[in-house]
Each structure stands twice: as structure tokens, then as C-alpha cells.
């Protein structure tokens, strides 16, 4: 009986549909993270045994990512977060090529860190922040971003390999190519996709978020061709670029997670487009009054937003937590304000009702199936309570 008991009261199992940005840690990545707790918790500056220990697994870890990305071991430098990248990146670029003017060319739907940090050299500067319009897909106008970016004075331009709200890919190649031809560094984030698909080698910058491919969190990944001219505006350290240092356990087991992550990257793909397919599908079908955002076609495979009328999303939010399951709202990049989405808003979609899935490594076909069977419901019974029918 105190069995039966036990298994009748025990908790449900929660289903993680949150995961952009912060997905749980791959295996392989937890046992290096622990492996390295013993053999690199010494600090990597010092001259020691311990030391020089610490400092091989760490330029161990920026080479692999190196090789995955492309790049040189030298061009990879280690952050604090994605956000501390991303802020980083612009603060760099701009001051490196201060000569050149203050203006940054970005598009509507870049995270919050990069449209602040772009304010905020421009008004330093006594430059403009020029965003640049998308279509209703998400994608940003590549032929007035070309425009922006050989306008003189334009110190940077910046555009996300695709969007880590509603996963519409942008053209980073064609703006690459723009850049180049005005002589204006591109920065590519690429904090939704690598580990995901492949991010191509048409960036000057790019940045990256281990938590997103299974990683863990608190580490960012920033990478600086060659040529690319950047000076520090923080006060001097002995780590130039992010000073303070970093952990080294972490930063390995960033690495171990990237490796596996591109490993299978095309078989996980196969799986998790097929899973957000089905969710489109069934809320076009099965959720009245809804919008689901984003290119159905040339997208990420495992992220995906949609809004409901009449309802809010933080009410979604937390009546699909009672139930087990865990999704975001309002901005990826903001979503602990429950804002409307600045990308939605952007795109001139739906963004009332917001509700934005993130699916990982361990999704399951049951997993969504159990979501999809609870969530017409859900809507509809916070309708009702509004007098919404």
C-alpha cells in the first residue's frame, strides 16, 4: 500500500520545451566538466605544474572549438556569457576602427544585447544605430542592409545567422559579400544555430552560447578574423579581451558539447524539424486565432513561436507549467520581462499571447505529443475565464 501510495502521489515528468539558450547538459560535457574539476581548477596564468595544466586544457578547448567553426586557435577568445560577447564585439570593433567613424548598421530582430551595445557606441560616438527592416518571415532586407552598411562612417554591421525566436534564416552570405565590398567588418551571431547547423565562413565576427548546444552557461565564444581591427575600451588587464579570466572546466566542457553537438548535428536536425512541423501543423489546425511566426521552410530546425489572441503569454506560460511543461514567452533574449517581443513587433506579426518553443537533444515524439494534446485546452479555458468564447 505505502508503494501504490508513493507511485499514485509521485510528481509528473516535466518536459523541458524552453531549452533556446540554455538546453540541459550534454553527457559528455557533464563527465568533462567533472574530469577537469581535478584536472584544471588551477588558475592558467601561473607558471606551476597545476597551472600549465589548466592552460592546456583551456588552449585545448579553443582549438576544438577553432576547428569546428573554421577559425584559427588564436582567433577564439573565451567570455563570461553570450551577452558579455556580443557587448564585447561591437565595444572592440567600433573603438578599433574609431578612425573610421561611429555609426553600426544592424537589422530590426538582433537580441537586445547587440541593438544596446549598437546604441550605445553610436551615442558614445556621436554616431547613429541604423536598423534595417525584415519582412514578415523575419528576414531581414538585404538589399537596403547592403545600403546601410557602405553609407560612410559605418563602423560595423552586424546580422544573426538566423533568429533564435522564430528561426528564420537570414542571409548572412550576401551581406557578407556586401560588407567586404565596403570594406565594413560583419559580425555574425550565431548564438541560435552553431551546434545546430552549419554557420558557414561568411562572418569577420562571430559569436556564439554554449548553453544553447548543451554546453553550460556563464561562457560565451567570440571569434575575430584575422585583419579585423579592434581595441579594448575596459581598463587594462593581462587578459586583453575578457579580463578576469575563466572557467576552465567550463570552457572544456563547452568545447566537448560543440564537438558532439556538430557530431550528429544533420541527424538531430532530421528529428527535431520533423517535431516543429508537427507543433506548426497542429496550433495552425487546432488553436483558433493563433499565429505561427517565422519561414516554415529555410529555419532552424528546433526552435518556433506562435501568439494567441485575447490571451496573455505569461497566463500560458504558467498554466502550462502546473501542467508539466516548460516553454518561454516574450523576447528570447528578454523573456524574464514577459515584454512583447521586440522581434515579433519587428516582423508586424502577432506578438499578444506569445509563446516560444525551444526543443533539445532529448525531445521526444511523446513529448510534444503530450504538449500538443494539453495546449488547445489550455487556451481555450484561459479564453473562457476572460469571457473570451
Do not use: K
Request: with cysteine; proline share 5%; aromatic share 4%.
Amino acid at each position: 500500500m505505502e508503494n501504490e501510495h508513493d507511485e499514485n502521489t509521485r510528481a509528473p515528468r516535466r518536459v523541458m520545451l524552453d531549452a533556446g539558450g540554455r538546453a540541459p547538459l550534454l553527457p559528455a560535457a557533464r563527465a568533462a566538466f567533472v574530469e577537469a574539476l581535478d584536472q584544471g581548477w588551477a588558475d592558467p596564468r601561473r607558471l606551476h605544474a597545476e597551472g600549465r595544466r589548466a592552460r592546456a586544457l583551456l588552449d585545448g578547448s579553443r582549438e576544438a572549438i577553432a576547428a569546428v567553426v573554421g577559425a584559427r586557435t588564436q582567433d577564439v577568445d573565451l567570455a563570461p556569457s553570450h551577452t558579455a560577447a556580443l557587448h564585447a564585439a561591437v565595444r572592440m570593433v567600433a573603438r578599433g576602427r574609431r578612425r573610421v567613424g561611429a555609426d553600426v548598421v544592424t537589422s530590426a530582430v538582433e537580441r537586445s544585447a547587440v541593438l544596446h551595445a549598437a546604441e550605445f557606441v553610436a551615442s558614445r560616438g556621436e554616431g547613429r544605430h541604423h536598423t534595417v527592416g525584415v519582412d514578415r518571415s523575419g528576414r531581414v532586407d538585404g538589399e537596403a542592409f547592403a545600403h546601410a552598411l557602405a553609407a560612410p562612417g559605418v563602423v560595423l554591421a552586424a546580422l544573426q545567422h538566423a533568429n533564435g525566436e522564430v528561426g528564420t534564416l537570414q542571409p548572412v552570405a550576401a551581406a557578407h559579400e556586401a560588407a567586404r565590398a565596403a570594406g565594413v567588418p560583419l559580425l555574425v551571431d550565431a548564438g541560435a544555430s552553431l551546434g545546430h547547423v552549419d554557420v558557414g565562413h561568411e562572418w569577420d565576427v562571430l559569436a556564439a552560447d554554449p548553453g544553447d548546444w548543451g554546453g553550460p552557461g556563464g561562457l560565451g565564444v567570440l571569434v575575430t578574423r584575422a585583419g579585423v581591427r579592434r581595441a579594448p575600451d575596459w581598463p587594462q588587464d593581462e587578459d586583453r579581451w575578457f579580463p578576469g579570466g575563466l572557467s576552465v572546466p567550463a570552457a572544456l566542457a563547452a568545447a566537448v558539447a560543440l564537438q558532439e553537438a556538430a557530431g550528429d548535428a544533420a541527424q538531430r536536425a532530421d528529428h527535431l524539424r520533423r517535431l516543429v512541423a508537427e507543433i506548426r501543423t497542429h496550433v495552425a489546425r487546432h488553436v483558433p486565432d493563433s499565429d505561427v511566426a517565422g519561414d516554415p521552410v529555410h529555419r532552424l530546425p528546433h526552435v518556433l513561436t506562435f501568439s494567441c489572441l485575447y490571451v496573455d503569454g505569461e497566463a500560458i506560460v504558467t498554466a502550462l507549467d502546473r501542467l508539466g511543461f516548460a516553454v518561454g514567452s516574450g523576447s528570447a533574449c528578454t523573456s524574464s520581462t514577459l515584454e512583447p517581443s521586440h522581434v515579433l513587433a519587428a516582423m508586424g506579426v502577432l506578438t499578444q499571447g506569445n509563446v516560444r518553443v525551444g526543443l533539445h537533444a532529448g525531445t521526444t515524439r511523446e513529448d510534444v505529443a503530450s504538449f500538443l494534446a494539453v495546449l488547445p485546452g489550455v487556451v481555450a479555458e484561459l479564453r473562457a475565464s476572460l469571457g473570451v468564447l
